[in-house]
């Protein structure tokens, strides 16, 4: 079975900082990978996916996330953040297309200072 | 524009009560999913419901039954709640149970506590 390790658990930057969080995976194929936000009291928003092809994917909100596959990465990134990120990020990983198959990592919380 | 709308939004039982939580979407989506959400252990699958009229055990099945009542209602029961299900629970739906082609939405969630 697959599993995902989100090895920070709490991450606090400056506003106007780079961000890199750390998402592993252990699955023996190159499942199809994910990251999604919560923000205070909301659901889960999807930021991008990656299914194949291009490794560096590009998602909403100026996020982006590469997948290494000889580290079996999958970190999320943002050049300059904002206050507004603040919220906890997910990782997940799916062997198929199949939502019912989706594993989510144990989350990394982000703090935003002025 | 409501998306996925959970009810209640909080709730307090003492252990051995039962309730049921309401999840209802309006994008005419065929299926829909329950998840928990623990501290330290991300989201875990409870049940999913491809299509109307069917439901299928996910990760985390044990005291808990759902109905999926039409095509945007889908419940989840605590028939004799226990301390162990204190937890957050999200609903979601996705248009098809695929991810490749589709997008899983998600609720606010409902903060259960179980004393």
């Known amino acids: 079975a697959q599993s995902v390790t989100q090895p920070d658990i709490h991450i606090t930057v400056s506003e106007g900082a780079s961000l890199e969080l750390r998402c592993n995976y252990s699955?023996?194929?190159?499942?199809?990978l994910f990251w999604y936000v919560q923000s205070p009291g909301q659901g889960l928003q999807l930021l991008l996916k990656?299914?194949?092809?291009?490794?560096l994917v590009q998602g909403i909100k100026g996020f982006e996330a590469e997948f290494k596959r000889s580290q079996s990465s999958f970190n999320l990134r943002k050049p300059s953040v904002h206050w507004s990120d603040a919220a906890e990020y997910f990782c997940?990983?799916?062997?198929?297309?199949?939502?019912?198959?989706?594993?989510f990592g144990s989350g990394t919380q982000l703090t935003v200072l002025p | 524009n409501a998306g996925v709308t959970q009810t209640p939004k909080f709730q307090v039982l003492k252990t051995g009560q039962s309730m049921t939580l309401q999840c209802a979407q309006d994008?005419?989506?065929?299926?829909m999913y329950w998840y928990r959400q623990d501290p330290g252990m991300g989201l875990r699958l409870i049940y999913y419901?491809?299509?109307?009229?069917?439901?299928d055990k996910g990760e985390v099945p044990n005291g808990y039954n759902v109905s999926r009542l039409n095509k945007r209602e889908f419940s989840l029961r605590l028939e004799s709640a226990a301390p162990s299900q204190t937890s957050v629970y999200f609903c979601?739906?996705?248009?098809?149970?695929?991810?490749?082609?589709?997008?899983?939405?998600f609720g606010e969630g409902s903060r259960l506590t179980v004393l």
């Open positions: 979601a739906s996705s248009e098809v149970g695929s991810i490749i082609t589709g997008e899983l939405f």
């Open positions: 699955y023996g194929a190159t499942p199809y």
């Open positions: 990656y299914f194949s092809g291009d490794t």
């Open positions: 997940a990983v799916a062997p198929s297309g199949s939502a019912r198959q989706l594993t």
């Open positions: 994008m005419n989506h065929n299926s």
């Open positions: 419901s491809a299509s109307e009229g069917t439901t």
